[in-house]
């Protein structure tokens, strides 16, 4: 309001603060005569004095002095007591000189400085951009090896930029009692990497609060943000998390590198017979795929990759997400933003006015989203997405969860994707592994059969771990006729595992088995990110040795266990007499069930 009277001229800033300091009793300090230490600039970061007119001037022990432009705001000073560890007097000043006082106090001295300063922060609706530049990118190590303690703006600038050069994916810092530990997330574990004085994670918060353009007076709340880090070679999307305990706020951030390499189909890890089962389902004009697993297993690369394969100029392509994870030319970008009532459902209707031909959405949440999805995948686009679920499988009784009725799901999907990121055995230190009987066994494995594997010793390229890089483990799910009729009749799990069992669909295990044999991973990988396997055995008949129960033929003695039909490879129930797809009879008197299949004789005239 002051500030509102001073620019119409009914009243000017220095009138408003003698009527402070009369009716409040409030003490007022010329800032432009007072002489400010330089140390000083190390306890508030400028953007926060900029940005809330307010700057420190002095400081007796456990006591900082501050100069405001409304030192009424107890909000504001109780949020910088937290943030120092001090105790406030607040003195009233002069805006327009708490102003001119931070510009020439912050001085931008390069020997001074580690980052560059907030006016290289460009901010937008949801996120900060930082610019880290080349100094950034120094040890975090020695900003406390030195006798002069780190401000909280380099200690986090040095922290990003530490985690950038470490490739990690995740960022934990954590309220212990005595420290904050921070945990890197690399190739899918955390590890322990450093421990930051206690002292510092009011700061450290708060700076990071500032960077994401959240509310720093707010601790008892989460809060998300957005920072986008430029550094000299790359851009960077961090996406942050707040979340209160009882040692302090604990924050989370996620790290998604813009500038990362599309991959090809080939090289994400499917098996030959998935790449070419993925190949056909990309060539259907339209349908949904929807792409499942857990948080962090890769799914928005693998719809990039599918969208990379198939995108032409003659096709208009749009992607829905939150946040843009990878930047294509390919393709229109669209970034939800929730604040403002930009959600899924919201530009996904939109965009089906847009004429689009193949639509990837982020991620299915809600029914709202789905049904939409859904219905523009029965409306003639293609649309690809994730969910979040465990198996192929399991990704139908989700959507029925949903809301979504089975006979739109038969109708408009066409094919699910399962996958989970395993690490990759280290070439350079691989030798070869003995797997124990008990393993086999977790694996679902027959303990006596033997199982080439490989392990990493550990060396220098891969930092003693034994592994370097990830690869995927998929299963690819077809909904083909039979899936469809299955669907309309409200079939279970069972049966449409068993279904697509039969029609050669590989499980996630059996391509982990496959990776295990071809020595890319090793067995603790497998059980690590699919854990034990409750697999259904049965022993064969005729060798008695245990085996599991999807299979049709014994592996050890290639005793037929399970009937089938080798005119179409369909599956066949005991107690049918024909193969329900090509008409094949079964012969009931036939010693083995396999060979038990006779060709009907053609009829005479007329289509058969």
Known sequence: ??????????????????????SLGMKTIDVEKIAIPDDLRTILPKEICKGNRLIPIAKNGSILTVAMADPTDRMKVDALKFMTGLKIR??????SDILCKIEAVYVDKAEDRPVPDISDVIESVD?????LGTEGEKDIVTLFSGRKRPSA???????IADALSREASDVHIEVKARHIMVRYRISGLLSDVMHIPLELHAAMVSRIKVMAGLDISERRRPQD???VVKTADRMVDIRLSTLPTIAGEKVVFRILDRNSSIKDIEELGMLDNQVRLVAQLLKKPQGCLLVTGPTGSGKTSTLYSLINKTATIEKNYTTIEDPVEYYMD???????????????????RTLLRQDPDTIMLGEIRDFETAEVAFHAALTGHTVMSTLHTNSCVATITRLMDMGIQPHIISSALNGIIAQRLVRRVCPHCMVDDEVPGDVKQLLGQDPSSPLPAKRGQGCDQCKGSGYLGRTGIYEVFNIDHDIERMLQRGATEGELQKAALGHGMTLLIDSGIEKIRM??????????VLGPQNLLHRSCPSCGKAMGGRFRFCPFCAHPIRPFCRQCNRDMDPEWAACPDCGTKVDRKAHDPTEAITRPEPRKGGLH
Request: hydrophobic residues 50%; glycine residues 8%.
């Open 225 to 227: 943000g957005r920072i």
């Open 519 to 528: 020595g890319i991973t090793t067995c603790d990988e497998i059980l690590r």
């Open 1 to 22: 309001m002051p500030e509102i009277f001073d620019k119409m001229g009914v009243v000017n800033e220095v009138e408003v603060l003698k009527f402070m300091s009369n």
């Open 153 to 159: 703006v380099q200690v986090v600038n040095a922290l």
């Open 127 to 131: 996120s900060g951009v930082v610019d």
């Open 90 to 95: 607040a003195w009233a000043g002069l805006p």
């Open 330 to 348: 390919k393709a229109e970008q669209v970034m939800i933003k929730e604040k403002i009532g930009l959600t899924f459902p919201v530009v996904l």
